[in-house]
């Protein structure tokens, strides 16, 4: 969280998010209990009383939101503005798979790690062992906007959700909107492309391979997503 000056650490093996504040570098645990697993009766609350699974990757929203990514229990929870409550925004918790829908409860990731939340309250999510990319909207309506859930490696470019990506880490937005996502063999760019229509704002997502991108900017990237994914996925704050 820039805007606060927080630094925010997906502490993976102790089941925690650590909250440091960077002008004082102290740290506090601003989530988890300490616990591994999935317990119903601490599933939402107050965020250090509520048990986590591995998690493997936090971001912020300009408003102050904070979202983990709990990766084993295959869900995605937000922390409140104030800090104070934990909620879950989609996944059915404790449960894989790969279902997309509007009931956030319905919703099933697989293993997800890295995350980034837009300036417009949606927050994007690499779908690990589904081999996706997937945008959650602040309601918890979720949407695939990259890959096929085949893992594997294509040259091509194209529109996104017809591309395959092996196994994303990564997840990152850059000010034009164009969404990055870090796989195992390549830095695949996610142009989304907003169209005003009647019925409301429609979206498309093109995807293109990292030969498309300047070489320079894609090792960058790479560097920035990939030590994310050891400390924050999606913020990457250094």
């Not at 107050?46 to 699974?53: A, D, F, G």
């Not at 906007?145 to 085949?150: D, F, L, R, W």
Request: overall charge positive; some cysteine; charged content about 15%.
């Amino acid at each position: 969280d820039t805007t606060n000056g927080m630094l925010y650490i997906a502490d993976t093996k102790n089941s925690r998010i650590r909250q440091i504040t960077v002008s004082s570098y102290s740290q506090k645990y601003f989530a988890g209990n300490g616990q591994s697993g999935y317990a119903s009766n601490k599933a939402t609350g107050s965020p250090t009383q509520v048990v986590l699974n591995n998690p493997m990757g936090v971001s912020g929203d300009s408003a102050g939101n904070v979202y983990i990514s709990d990766t084993y229990n295959h869900c995605i929870r937000r922390v409140d503005v104030a800090g104070s409550s934990l909620t879950l925004l989609a996944g059915a918790c404790s449960q894989h798979g790969y279902i997309d829908s509007s009931v956030p409860t319905s919703v099933k990731f697989y293993h997800q790690r890295g995350l980034w939340a837009d300036s417009g309250g949606a927050v994007y999510v690499a779908d690990s062992l589904n081999n996706r990319i997937g945008r959650v909207a602040s309601l918890g309506t979720t949407t695939t906007v990259a890959g096929t859930g085949s893992s594997a490696y294509s040259s091509s470019s194209g529109a996104a959700t017809s591309i395959p990506l092996y196994f994303p880490l990564g997840v990152w937005g850059s000010s034009t909107g164009d969404v990055f996502a870090a796989d195992f063999n390549s830095i695949r760019r996610i142009a989304i492309v907003r169209e005003q229509q009647s019925g409301g704002p429609e979206h498309h997502q093109r995807c293109y391979r990292d030969a498309d991108e300047p070489q320079r900017h894609l090792q960058q990237l790479r560097r920035r997503l990939l030590r994310g994914h050891r400390q924050l996925l999606g913020q990457l704050v250094v």
